[in-house]
């Protein structure tokens, strides 16, 4: 079996050639830059989030039951087989009541 190039396709219709790009228009985009923030603006803007950090917790099984517990008492969506907050979430709440409390104490 011999082997050959595939056919070439001829355009159908009438079809314009591909313009060849212009080389100073395409410098002068990149050469263009962008526009600087005004110190206005950047106050305007709200400052870089908080960056959220990761970490490991060790609890005793004893204390992560009265958690469960604790949980499963809270208000849930009706029909929702699940409970109305998360573990991760329940411990956050107690974090951030701590602070408080903490806050109080110290200040």
Same mark, same amino acid.
């Given at each position: 079996?011999?082997? =050959?190039k595939?056919?070439?396709k001829?355009?159908?219709?009438n079809?314009?050639?591909?313009?060849?790009?212009?080389?100073?228009?395409?410098?002068?985009?990149?050469?263009?830059?962008?526009?600087?923030?005004?110190?206005d603006?950047?106050s305007?803007?709200e =400052?870089?989030?908080e960056?959220?950090?990761?970490?490991?917790?060790?609890?005793?099984? =004893?204390?992560?039951?009265?958690? $469960?517990?604790?949980?499963? &008492?809270?208000p849930?969506?009706?029909?929702?087989?699940?409970?109305?907050i998360?573990?991760q $979430?329940w411990?956050?709440e107690a974090?951030?009541? &701590?602070?408080?409390?903490?806050?109080? &104490?110290?200040?």
């Open positions: 079996m011999a082997i =050959s595939p056919p070439v001829k355009p159908v219709g079809t314009l050639p591909a313009a060849t790009p212009d080389e100073k228009k395409i410098e002068a985009v990149i050469n263009r830059g962008s526009t600087s923030v005004s110190p603006s950047a305007i803007q =400052s870089e989030p960056r959220i950090k990761n970490f490991n917790i060790r609890i005793t099984s =004893s204390m992560l039951q009265e958690i $469960d517990a604790l949980r499963a &008492k809270r849930r969506k009706p029909t929702s087989p699940k409970l109305g998360s573990t $979430d411990l956050l974090v951030q009541e &701590k602070l408080q409390r903490e806050k109080k &104490k110290y200040k």
